[in-house]
Antibody, heavy 121, light 113 residues
Framework: QVQLQESGPGLVKPSETLSLTCSVSGYSISRGYYWGWIRQPPGKGLEWIGSVAHSGSTYYNPSLRSRVTISVDTSKNQFSLNLSSVTAADTAVYYC??????????????WGQGTLVTVSS | DIVMTQSPDSLAVSLGERATINCKSSQSVLYSSSNKNYLAWYQQKPGQPPNLLIYWASTRESGVPDRFSGSGSGTDFTLTISSLQAEDVAVYYCQQYYSTPLTFGGGTKVEIK
């Protein structure tokens, strides 16, 4: 059973960088699939941030591209999100998820439980 | 970007009755070479991550009850719950994966009348 678990600080100061890691169990990232980050501001809808392949290839949401870096560490079976220059608008629950096929143009079949990140001084 | 518009924003349905949720995309998500619609539906209960219900617009994910069905093609899609159960109270989202950025609808909240 594929399981994903987000980890990282729950509070980040404005203008700093938000860093989260997704640990994957039950499946080796190096075997394939794309792995993504999605966020959900409190009480609002879902926004795709970007996705990374096991090879390190990335696709980002253009609305966040200038501030986002997603990377993969197959040796640790993890992938990570860095979002720079955060503001209060970046306060959200951040989910990591696995795409359901080998391409990034696919649905998300497995999700982590999500972690709330609050941007505040 | 492909904009996904869901309607209604919320609906209240009696137990055992049918619930219908609509999703419209700003451009077609039908990939002509495969004749597949790049559209998924998710259910999200409070405090939980979204759960995949339907992909390719009408293919039910393994383990999803058959009272959930998806239909539509091109730009207009529907998620139907044929006989609403108490455990179906949730927010439902559509998502297109035809092109990046991947985008979601705004969600439809389903409650018991």
């Amino acid at each position: 059973q594929v399981q994903l678990q987000e980890s990282g600080p729950g509070l980040v100061k404005p203008s700093e960088t938000l860093s989260l890691t997704c640990s994957v169990s039950g499946y080796s990232i190096s075997r394939g699939y794309y792995w993504g980050w999605i966020r959900q501001p409190p009480g609002k809808g879902l926004e795709w941030i970007g996705s990374v392949a096991h090879s390190g290839s990335t696709y980002y949401n253009p609305s966040l591209r200038s501030r986002v870096t997603i990377s993969v560490d197959t040796s640790k079976n993890q992938f990570s999100l860095n979002l720079s220059s955060v503001t209060a608008a970046d306060t959200a629950v951040y989910y990591c998820a696995r795409h359901d096929s080998s391409g990034y143009s696919s649905e998300f079949g497995y999700w982590g439980q999500g972690t709330l990140v609050t941007v505040s001084s | 970007d492909i904009v996904m518009t869901q309607s209604p924003d919320s609906l209240a349905v009696s137990l055992g009755e049918r619930a219908t949720i609509n999703c419209k995309s700003s451009q077609s998500v039908l990939y002509s070479s495969s004749n597949k619609n790049y559209l998924a539906w998710y259910q999200q209960k409070p405090g939980q991550p979204p759960n995949l219900l339907i992909y390719w617009a009408s293919t039910r994910e393994s383990g999803v009850p058959d009272r959930f069905s998806g239909s539509g093609s091109g730009t207009d899609f529907t998620l139907t719950i044929s006989s609403l159960q108490a455990e179906d109270v949730a927010v439902y989202y559509c998502q297109q994966y035809y092109s990046t950025p991947l985008t979601f609808g705004g969600g439809t909240k389903v409650e018991i009348k």
